[in-house]
C-alpha cells in the first residue's frame, strides 16, 4: 500500500470512528442527555444531569465497540440506540 493509500484507508478509518460517536451522541441527546466530541473527536464526554464527573466514550476492538471505562461495559456500535439506553441509565444514577 502505497503512503497516500495508507494515509486514505486511515482517513477513512477516523471519519467512520466519528461518525460512531455522532450517532451516539444524538441518540443520547433524544434521550436528554447532554454528550459532546472531545479529544480530537476520538471520545464523547456523557454529561450527567446533576452533579458529578462526566463518562467518558470511546472505541475500542477496531471501532466495533464503544467503551465506557467508568461503567466498565462495552456496547456494539452496530446498535447505538441500545448503547444510549444504558449510558442515559447509568448518568442519571438510576
Request: a negative charge; glycine letters at 4%.
Amino acid at each position: 500500500m502505497t503512503s497516500s493509500a495508507a494515509e486514505l484507508a486511515a482517513d477513512v478509518m477516523r471519519w467512520d470512528a466519528e461518525r460512531k460517536l455522532e450517532r451516539l451522541r444524538d441518540r443520547l441527546a433524544a434521550l436528554g442527555i447532554n454528550a459532546e466530541l472531545r479529544d480530537n473527536n476520538s471520545a464523547l464526554m456523557v454529561h450527567r444531569p446533576k452533579d458529578g464527573l462526566p463518562l467518558h466514550v470511546v472505541l475500542k476492538f477496531r471501532a466495533a465497540y464503544y467503551v465506557c471505562q467508568e461503567a466498565d461495559e462495552r456496547y456494539p456500535t452496530n446498535d447505538p440506540e441500545a448503547a444510549a439506553e444504558v449510558l442515559a441509565y447509568h448518568v442519571r444514577g438510576r
